[in-house]
């Protein structure tokens, strides 16, 4: 079972930025689109971005209003997700998917998909 691990999120002031990445061990990346999401608590999980396996094309999300940026790395087996002007609205906690259905703005995890990892938290505060 693939276990993707995912980091860099933390807190931050309102306007500040973080890059958040997305690896997996003993599992190669390269061969997979991957998509990120995120959740708040009482809330489902939302596609936020994805990238296909040679980082070519990319999606996101329309609330995403060109703060975000996907790329991926993959001789370091990793995708990334920078994320600039953070809002409160921002904190969550963001994971990442392999094989997400991406359809223009609508970003999806494969239908029963279930090896979601830890996720990081990021938080938006003053």
């Known amino acids: 079972q693939v276990q993707l691990v995912e980091s860099g999120g933390g807190l931050v002031q309102p306007g500040g930025s973080l890059r958040l990445s997305c690896t997996a061990s003993?599992?190669?990346?390269?061969?997979?689109?991957v998509g990120w999401f995120r959740q708040t608590p009482g809330y489902e999980r939302d596609g936020v971005s994805c990238i296909d396996d040679r980082g070519r094309r990319t999606h996101y999300a329309g609330f995403v209003r060109d703060r975000f940026t996907i790329s991926r790395d993959n001789a370091k087996n990793t995708v990334y997700l920078e994320i600039s002007g953070l809002e409160p609205e921002d904190t969550a906690v963001y994971y990442c998917a392999t094989d997400p259905v991406c359809m223009g703005s609508r970003i999806s995890p494969q239908p029963g998909y279930h090896s979601w990892g830890q996720g990081t938290q990021v938080t938006v505060s003053s």
């Open positions: 003993g599992y190669s990346l390269a061969s997979h689109a």
